[in-house]
């Protein structure tokens, strides 16, 4: 089995801080690119940022010069570093592993459940 499990959501007011975690657990060989989307009610899962296992990253225009993704390969982790933080940050935080199991085996995507990220007043 393989479990992704993510923390660091809750309640913040505009221009707060976050720093989100998503540890990786489980039958893993190896890890690729891992990342962070968010969804709020009524609209669809879209990427934050992704980051590959070098270090490469990659962010949307709402996430770029506010937030910050990192890893620590030897702890499967991956964080989000929020800055700045709007209301319409407001959303179900999801990590998202791209891994293999086993050597022998093929890359697969892994999902957390989600953190709740909140910004208000």
């Known amino acids: 089995q393989v479990q992704l499990v993510e923390s660091g959501g809750g309640l913040v007011q505009p221009g707060g801080t976050l720093r989100l975690s998503c540890a990786a657990s489980?039958?893993?060989?190896?890890?690729?690119?891992m990342g962070w989307y968010r969804q709020a009610p009524g609209n669809e899962r879209r990427l934050v940022a992704t980051i590959t296992s070098g270090g490469s990253t990659n962010y949307a225009d709402s996430a770029k010069g506010r937030f910050t993704i990192s890893r620590e390969n030897a702890k499967n982790t991956v964080y989000l570093q929020m800055n700045s933080l709007k209301p319409e940050d407001t959303a179900v935080y999801y990590c998202n592993a791209n891994l293999r199991r086993y050597s022998w085996g093929d890359m697969t995507n892994y999902w957390g459940q989600g953190t709740q990220v909140t910004v208000s007043s």
């Open positions: 489980g039958s893993i060989f190896s890890i690729g690119v």
